[in-house]
């Protein structure tokens, strides 16, 4: 699997570009404020064709760039439900503190859209992507999983989720804006996070990759969570 991610924008937003191999079809992660050129760029260096654009959350620097690239290559942007009027609305999000960065412009929902649904499978770019429903940063948050298919020549698979928001290397996603609560946030890493296996990857919306063993005996965030560190134990 092909993944080419950079930081984009004032807020230094990952943006990730992930596809089967170079030269086939691409979904676009969280494309924010100033991502299109790079998105550009990426897209011509592996020959790659977008077909969807994947947000894991609402907020505008994940999501400024979204309408431009989809109409631009005619394809359709996803978003959980609960964060679909960010597109739109983006203020809505990000509150009065942070609603002059808008100013006077005007955002509007890409020609096609098509909302995440927890618990499915999407089949996008030669890839299955597992969508799960974690509030706490916003409520639309989404954890996305491909499942990357074995290496041919080694027969080995390295399991990576594109975690937006929720979890970061040695830190958590933010509650203070309107739709957070850091309650449903420690909730949603609990029982979507925390019983992955050690070795998966998380690649978050901001700051380097870790994976679920690093945070789950380093992320000072969440040491007063379930001790599960074997597999399934949440909620049992």
Request: hydrophobic share 40%.
């Amino acid at each position: 699997m092909l993944i080419a991610g950079f930081p984009a924008g004032a807020f230094q937003t990952n943006c990730y570009l992930v596809a089967s191999a170079p030269g086939s079809d691409a979904v676009v992660i969280d494309p924010g404020q100033d991502a299109a050129p790079q998105v550009r760029a990426a897209l011509a260096e592996y020959s790659l064709t977008p077909v969807a654009v994947f947000l894991t959350h609402g907020h505008l620097d994940h999501t400024w760039n979204a309408q431009e690239l989809a109409d631009e290559f005619s394809m359709p942007v996803y978003i959980h439900a609960d964060d679909r009027p960010m597109l739109t609305d983006p203020g809505m999000g990000i509150g009065s503190a942070l609603s002059s960065m808008i100013g006077d412009l005007e955002f509007v929902e890409p020609e096609k859209v098509i909302e995440f649904v927890d618990g499915e499978d999407v089949d996008v770019a030669g890839l299955r992507w597992s969508v799960d429903h974690a509030p706490g940063h916003s409520r639309g948050s989404v954890l996305l999983t491909p499942d990357v298919p074995a290496d041919p020549d080694t027969g080995e698979t390295v399991s990576v989720c594109f975690s937006g928001d929720v979890l970061f290397n040695g830190s958590i996603g933010r509650t203070d804006l309107p739709g957070g609560s850091h309650q449903r946030l420690l909730d949603s890493i609990a029982a979507k996070l925390l019983p992955r296996e050690d070795d998966q990857v998380i690649l978050p919306g901001h700051g380097p990759q870790t994976t679920i063993g690093a945070e789950r005996t380093g992320n000072p965030f969440l040491v007063d969570l379930p001790d599960i560190k074997k597999k399934g134990r949440f909620g049992l």
